[in-house]
């Protein structure tokens, strides 16, 4: 006879509920751990998708993501002639926010040079981007659809593909458009502006006396050609020859252009390390506080279960029953209310994970560490119930 399971039966329906709320419990317990990971999951999935060997970006900046970065598109000619060096494709970034549908719609461009690379790692539905201007691949979790046009500075661009699950380091979904659209959406100014920069310009330069007539206007249109240019980009990304030395390229870069090259290990611990650090001790803090709340109800319920069974405990004694006999019974208890709770929390996870607004990444590793831990604690919980079952005499079975 297992004097646990007839206990259960006895109790089914307060040992139901109970591993039910527990069961809720270690479900956000889980899903905290999915959340770091993807938080993590989400910091580099462009660095992934682009699988750069070296970011190259302003100098003395960390960027093109933990920091604003900005550098002339042109460096990229100097960039393909460091030895080593076998692609180098300019890329730009920006977070844009528009109305859609009447609700705020938050998502992240990317630029890329169609000779080079940096675009869409995979088309889903839909083609690629084939003309310079005007064309857009957007990333799933945008809700658009292929032929849907959306305006975005001073022209529409046409969804001609859909990409997998892109996002940028704050989660917002990606969409693709040409290095040159991008950069006019970035930089390029509305007429008003214009005639208003232009305006300014020629005040400033008409203050200066020295100047004549002709070399004022000459200097005008060359400052309003400068200030007007949108050739400008947030980083170059490189991949390297076969065989060529990472750290040697990255010395020649950064002595010879005076840009700051990044390698992909140091992008990785900028993104994972520096950005989503905080987000990872506070995740990990409710993840103990979770657990150690997990422990003292397995504790208590233990422990009032043993309250309830003192009379049958003391007359097991009172037959002979053996004090591992007892102990059995309350361990059983405890490993099982443990059991049943982490599948409940798994499965509930399993079917509401996608419907998270933020990516929800379930590693076995994870979850196998989570399940040690869940049946370690188990076990120490019980020892309360264990300890109060173990101090009682067999005469109390003959009390009234």
Not at 18 to 42: E, H, P
Not at 96 to 116: D, T
Not at 317 to 328: P, S, T, Y
């Amino acid at each position: 006879m297992n004097l646990a399971i007839r206990d259960i039966r006895y109790h089914r329906g307060r040992f139901i509920l109970t591993s039910i709320g527990l069961g809720l419990l270690l479900g956000v317990v889980i899903s905290m751990g999915g959340i770091y990971r993807g938080l993590i999951a989400d910091a580099l999935a462009i660095l992934h998708a682009n699988k750069a060997d070296i970011w190259v970006v302003q100098q003395n900046t960390n960027g093109p993501f933990a920091e604003s970065s900005r550098i002339p598109e042109d460096i990229k000619y100097r960039i393909r002639a460091v030895p080593g060096v076998a692609e180098a494709s300019p890329i730009s970034f920006q977070t844009i926010q528009i109305e859609r549908h009447g609700k705020p719609f938050r998502f992240f461009l990317i630029g890329y040079e169609l000779s080079g690379f940096g675009g869409p790692p995979e088309i889903v539905t839909g083609r690629g981007i084939r003309q310079k201007h005007y064309e857009m691949v957007a990333a799933k979790a945008m809700g658009m659809e292929i032929g849907e046009k959306i305006h975005l500075g001073l022209h529409d661009y046409t969804v001609v593909g859909i990409t997998s699950k892109i996002v940028s380091s704050s989660g917002d979904p990606a969409a693709y458009v040409s290095l040159a659209d991008a950069q006019d959406i970035q930089f390029k100014k509305d007429n008003d502006a214009i005639r208003n920069d232009r305006e300014r310009i020629g005040a400033n330069l008409a203050n200066i006396q020295t100047l004549s007539p002709v070399q004022g206007k000459y200097l005008q249109q060359n400052i309003s050609a400068i200030t007007e240019s949108t050739h400008t980009v947030n980083t170059i990304v490189v991949r390297l020859a076969p065989g060529a030395n990472l750290h040697d390229v990255q010395e020649r870069i950064s002595r010879w252009n005076h840009f700051k090259p990044i390698s992909d290990a140091e992008q990785t611990a900028i993104l994972a390390k520096g950005m989503i650090e905080k987000a990872r001790m506070q995740l990990g803090l409710f993840r103990v506080i979770l657990l150690v709340i997990s422990a003292v109800i397995i504790s208590l319920i233990i422990y009032t279960s043993t309250l309830d069974k003192i009379k049958v405990i003391a007359t097991l004694k009172l037959i002979g029953a053996q004090n591992r006999v007892i102990i059995g019974m309350i361990l059983q208890q405890s490993l099982l209310m443990g059991f049943i709770a982490y599948f409940i929390g798994y499965g509930l996870i399993l079917l509401t994970y996608e419907k998270f607004p933020r990516r929800i990444v379930l590693e076995a590793f994870d979850m196998q560490i989570l399940f040690v831990i869940v049946m370690a604690i188990c076990i120490i919980s019980s020892f309360v119930g264990i300890r109060k079952a173990l101090k009682v005499e067999p005469g109390e079975a003959l009390g009234g």
